[in-house]
């Protein structure tokens, strides 16, 4: 082998490329202008319960990405649904559960842990009386979601505790969820 050859093999954990996601961690440090992520979902009613969200891009460090998704969306039939698709409570935990999912799997690679399995399980209750406009007094989305994380890798229980700590620490649906996020609407008529 010629030893003026080098060979730029990726260094892959978890599925997750640790040189890129270094890259970038740096090209961020270097240039604040690069953190500026921006993301878009415009829904459209389809009739009954159901809705369509569709994805068509999101923007990070000023520069514009495509991405073309549908996320199709409805409620059970107990609810006035027709049990075609998940609903928007089961969309907002599988998001939290997603968001905190990359969470774990960045923070294990970045550390050079390799993860033999991973699963979130996350359950709330919403009270009825409160979405019905039935009771003033009763909230109308959740008080609380309980999640349980069931992890297991080459990492000690210490490792995996302080990654635990890291990913409540820097998860963005984490943080959307735990903190009140302002929601500025603008309503067109017509």
Not at 45 to 61: D, K, L
Not at 118 to 129: N, S
Not at 163 to 180: D, F, Q, R
Request: hydrophobic share 40%; net charge negative.
């Amino acid at each position: 082998m010629n030893a003026n050859v080098q060979t730029n093999e990726a260094n892959i954990v978890n599925g997750l490329n640790v040189d890129d996601l270094f890259a970038l961690v740096e090209g961020v440090k270097g240039d604040v202008s690069k953190a500026t992520t921006r993301w878009r979902v415009a829904t459209s009613w389809q009739g009954q319960t159901r809705s369509r969200a569709e994805v068509e891009g999101f923007s990070i460090g000023g520069q514009e990405v495509s991405r073309r998704f549908t996320i199709d969306i409805d409620e059970p039939c107990e609810l006035g649904g027709s049990n075609r698709f998940a609903n928007p409570q089961e969309h907002l935990i599988a998001a939290l559960n997603a968001c905190m999912t990359v969470g774990y799997v960045a923070q294990c690679a970045i550390r050079g842990i390799t993860l033999e399995s991973l699963e979130i399980d996350t359950e709330g209750e919403i009270d009825l009386r409160g979405f019905l406009g039935l009771d003033p007094q009763v909230a109308n989305g959740y008080e609380s979601l309980h999640y349980t994380v069931r992890i297991k890798g080459s990492a000690t229980a210490q490792q995996f505790a302080e990654i635990h700590e890291a990913v409540m620490a820097t998860s963005p649906n984490v943080y959307n969820l735990a903190n009140a996020v302002a929601l500025k609407s603008t309503l067109v008529v017509g």
